[in-house]
């Protein structure tokens, strides 16, 4: 009641008074009674309680005037009031002065100990204290927090019970009593009154106030009856069996139990078995006789049925099946060459019109098998020597773009001071022209494999924002290049996922390429988040945008925006294709959202499979994937000679090349290297001795025909690992590996 003003007044303001005996009371006899006990102390709480639970009239009045069952509706509250519809007049005599409310079973039962799923539940029958005789209520528990302000319900009287329910004509006169979970007879029709020697209580003479819970006597409990009959429905509480049967004077009876689920309560039904089996004796002699009739009716019709029907049979069967043969045999030759089928002439014309068309139809099939199995062999002989070209162009392109490449990122850093910017500039031309081109052909061979469905899917668990925050770091370089500011946000909950490791990166990789290349000025945020069982991630850029009209194609093969982006930007439009190839293979989706000069946002979503990883291997796993690769040191000024060497360690390693003998020095000291690769030819005697102390971890690359025998010997017995000149480069990635 702390905002009462939000309730209506359906009757308008009520008026209260107070009885002689204190009780406060309503005075109006309008929608519902009210009576505080005198013991309660009336303040501006309780008359806002009297008052603005008014409004519960309009829901009383609607159940109980629809309800011929409901004698009333009433609310309790902890502090002894009760309002109760229909209106009772002169509450404060009908009650007394004081009624303590809470020892009432209407509403202890609903309380937090005898109720704690605080559901609707039922009472046993009880003598009504509001003078309706013996009766049955439905009562709910109304919390306010956990504290119980009062208990609502409804009264059924035990006479409306047994005249609206139990007396009910059912099959087979089956009789009716109900009985709560202790036992006590809630309800009975007057055969079972009879049969237990009890009256039903139906009605009460009130001459004082009820001031408790008054219950039925002990007799009518069926555990604790003394009747014979009696016992048979203790064995049906206790025992729980389907049904039980017992004669009494004479007659069998049949006794089931149902119970009933919302209140907990027994349904006790009892049949005579005669009225069960008299009418089905009736109906077994009809049908007996029905079915006699029918069956020998049925016989003769049969006989002479099947007699004409032969008849017909034989004369009509040899007419079809003869031609039926002669086509049967003809199919089998289909299997065996593939000669033309021949023309079956019958005199009946549905069947001579099937014979000519399946002998066309055969004919036609067998050039058409022939001209299509020439194709395939000409379609697989062309897609063998595409993948063999293709297998064979990326060999013989990657090699020297690997070394452009290689020394170009050399070159650029002109540690000599000898280029000045514009060749600085060119070089760095030559080095993303290369990337680019190492790209494009990445999508091809990516293409040609989901084309032929040779890329397969290699799960395994391993740490995604880890993974992403690895991509994040190497393309964050690239947008301060730009000027563009990047940001990432990763859901921690996603954690370990079981996937695809590197299709997953495959995916960012181009997704966040194109962010770069079409963003100018802006940003570029990536949003990563568990959602379900599912990784979504969204990556947003501010860059030129794609035109609506082209958004659905934007996932097919060498599409691009238009002709101006085509001569503006790089790139063939494959990588979008490869994108969607891939996510459809993880068994996910991706979708585009995108506003010309305002930018794109790609949502790519892919499942975590959370629950396929392998907690006992986990461990072990989570070890494997934080592996890293070994990192080679390759000391040579001279890096057209090593490009080779270079480019096969970079397939495997991490690679760093030094040109600089004070560089070589910082990096000896630092333990975070496997193996440093020095040429002997490069460097002066006396500085590459000082290296003794690493020499478990140098490999020494020597010239026998340009260094004398004495600083040959000297170098072999020295250094662990050395190598003549020339040398076998799978020889040392061998001992890398090692």
């Not at 704690?116 to 003078?131: C, E, I, M, N, Q």
């Not at 395939?376 to 062309?382: I, V």
Request: charged share 25%.
């Amino acid at each position: 009641m702390k905002n009462p003003t939000s309730f209506g007044l359906p009757n308008g303001d009520p008026s209260f008074a107070v009885a002689p005996n204190g009780v406060f009371y309503k005075s109006n006899k309008v929608g519902s009674s009210i009576y505080y006990s005198a013991k309660t102390k009336i303040g501006p709480e309780q008359l806002n309680k009297v008052k603005y639970t008014e409004a519960m009239d309009i829901t009383f009045k609607s159940i109980v005037d629809t309800n011929p069952n409901i004698v009333s509706a009433y609310f309790n509250s902890w502090d002894n009031m009760n309002r109760l519809y229909p209106f009772i007049d002169k509450t404060y005599e009908q009650y007394g002065p004081h009624i303590n409310i809470p020892d009432y079973n209407f509403y202890y039962l609903a309380d937090l100990k005898h109720n704690p799923s605080k559901k609707p539940t039922w009472t046993g029958a009880y003598l009504d204290p509001a003078g309706h005789g013996w009766m049955l209520s439905s009562i709910v528990p109304i919390y306010n927090g956990d504290f119980l302000e009062g208990v609502t319900g409804i009264d059924i009287t035990i006479d409306s019970f047994v005249k609206n329910i139990l007396n009910r004509k059912l099959p087979y006169k089956a009789q009716l009593f109900m009985v709560d979970k202790d036992g006590m007879i809630i309800s009975m029709s007057e055969y079972i009154e009879n049969l237990l020697g009890l009256k039903e209580l139906k009605e009460h003479l009130y001459t004082d106030a009820i001031l408790k819970t008054i219950e039925k006597p002990e007799e009518f409990n069926i555990l604790k009856n003394n009747s014979p009959f009696a016992s048979y429905f203790k064995q049906l509480l206790f025992d729980k069996p389907s049904n039980i049967s017992f004669s009494i004077n004479g007659i069998d009876y049949l006794a089931l139990e149902q119970k009933v689920e919302e209140t907990g309560w027994e349904l006790m039904i009892l049949i005579d078995k005669a009225e069960i089996f008299d009418s089905v004796i009736n109906l077994k002699n009809l049908s007996n006789k029905i079915g006699y009739l029918a069956i020998a009716f049925l016989l003769l019709f049969y006989v002479i049925f099947f007699y004409v029907l032969l008849r017909r049979i034989n004369i009509f069967s040899d007419v079809i099946t003869e031609p039926i043969v002669k086509l049967s045999e003809e199919t089998k030759k289909i299997k065996e060459s593939d000669s033309n089928i021949s023309i079956i002439n019958t005199d009946i014309l549905e069947l001579n019109q099937l014979n000519t068309n399946f002998s066309n139809m055969m004919n036609e099939i067998n050039k058409k098998t022939k001209k299509l199995n020439i194709a395939k062999l000409q379609a697989e002989e062309a897609s063998k020597a595409k993948d063999e070209f293709l297998a064979n162009m990326s060999h013989e392109l990657k090699t020297p773009l690997n070394a452009i490449n290689l020394i170009s990122s050399i070159m650029v850093k002109n540690k000599n001071g000898n280029l000045d910017k514009k060749d600085i500039k060119n070089l760095n031309i030559i080095n993303n022209s290369g990337k680019d081109l190492l790209f494009l052909i990445k999508d091809v061979l990516d293409i040609s494999q989901l084309e032929a469905g040779e890329l397969k899917v290699n799960l395994s668990d391993f740490d995604f924002c880890k993974t992403l925050k690895k991509m994040f770091n190497s393309f964050e370089v690239q947008a301060k290049e730009k000027n563009l500011k990047i940001s990432l946000e990763c859901d921690e909950e996603i954690s370990l996922i079981y996937s695809d490791k590197e299709k997953i990166k495959m995916v960012l990789k181009n997704l966040l390429s194109n962010a770069l290349k079409f963003t100018d000025e802006g940003e570029i945020i990536i949003i990563a988040k568990a959602k379900d069982s599912f990784v979504e991630i969204e990556i947003k850029d501010s860059g030129i945008g794609i035109p609506k009209d082209k958004l659905k194609n934007v996932f097919e093969r060498f599409q691009q925006i238009d002709s101006t982006t085509t001569r503006k930007f790089s790139g063939i439009g494959l990588g979008l294709a490869i994108v969607k190839q891939i996510i459809i293979l993880l068994d996910g989706d991706i979708e585009v959202e995108s506003e010309v000069n305002v930018g794109s946002s790609f949502k790519v979503k892919f499942k975590m499979n959370k629950k396929l990883i392998n907690k006992n291997d986990l461990r072990k796993k989570e070890s494997l994937f934080s592996e890293k690769k070994k990192n080679i040191v390759l000391f040579n000024n001279d890096p057209i000679k090593f490009i080779s060497l270079a480019i096969e360690i970079q397939k495997s390693f991490e690679l760093i090349s030094s040109s600089n003998y004070n560089e070589l020095l910082e990096v000896s000291k630092n333990s975070n290297f496997d193996y440093l690769i020095v040429d002997s030819s490069k460097i002066k005697e006396k500085d590459l001795f000082k290296l003794e102390n690493i020499k478990d971890k140098i490999i020494v690359i020597y010239d026998e025909e340009s260094n004398d025998v004495n600083y040959v010997n000297k170098i072999n017995k020295t250094f662990t690992n050395t190598f003549k000149k020339p040398f076998n480069i799978q020889d040392i990635v061998l001992l890398l590996n090692s």
